[in-house]
């Protein structure tokens, strides 16, 4: 018996124009932008169909930006009878995720990451520090890497995924 699951993307899968060809074709897709406009109360589906870039790379806007693009994909596949038997999410993905499995309302979620983003985005003020995804590196060199990059800073791995 096969199982569908749906698994939701975290954040750094912004980009301007997100979601902008799903709401002009899907009413489902744009009825979770116009809800996430009023929720927050500002045009979050104007900055994710235009930008600029340098607002919706901004923690606090890209948080809920990829929520609602990731809801109004959820939205139109279950207008079509796409169910998942599992949700799971990686990072901020588990929000779309507790939506979609309907533990969470969507404007309590977009509040939610609205202030975990900004909340982040004060602990390290933009252009402070950097990160990166390595793939296909052994740990122990990833960790050799970062003592070598440190010079006297912190500098080590966060987040460690596996194949």
Do not use: W
């Not at 994909?73 to 009878?81: D, N, P």
């Not at 979620?109 to 909340?119: D, E, I």
């Not at 006297?152 to 596996?162: F, K, L, Q, T």
């Amino acid at each position: 018996m096969s199982q569908i699951v749906f698994l939701f993307p975290g954040q750094a899968s912004q980009y301007p124009g997100m979601g902008r060809e799903l709401a002009e074709r899907y009413p489902q897709a744009r009825a979770v932008f116009e809800e996430a406009d009023r929720a927050l109360g500002f045009s979050l589906s104007e900055l994710c169909f235009q930008g600029p870039e340098e607002e919706l790379v901004l923690t606090e806007n890209t948080q809920p930006a990829i929520l609602t693009c990731s809801i109004a994909a959820f939205r139109v596949l279950e207008r079509h009878g796409v169910l998942p038997d599992y949700a799971a999410g990686h990072s901020l993905g588990e929000y779309s995720a507790l939506v979609a499995a309907g533990a969470l309302s969507f404007a309590d979620a977009l509040r939610t990451v609205r202030r975990r983003g900004r909340y982040m985005q004060e602990a390290v003020p933009v252009g402070t520090g950097a990160m990166a995804a390595i793939t296909r590196m052994p740990l122990a060199a990833v960790e050799e890497v970062c003592r070598e990059a440190a010079q006297g800073e912190v500098v080590a791995p966060a987040n460690i995924n596996s194949p």
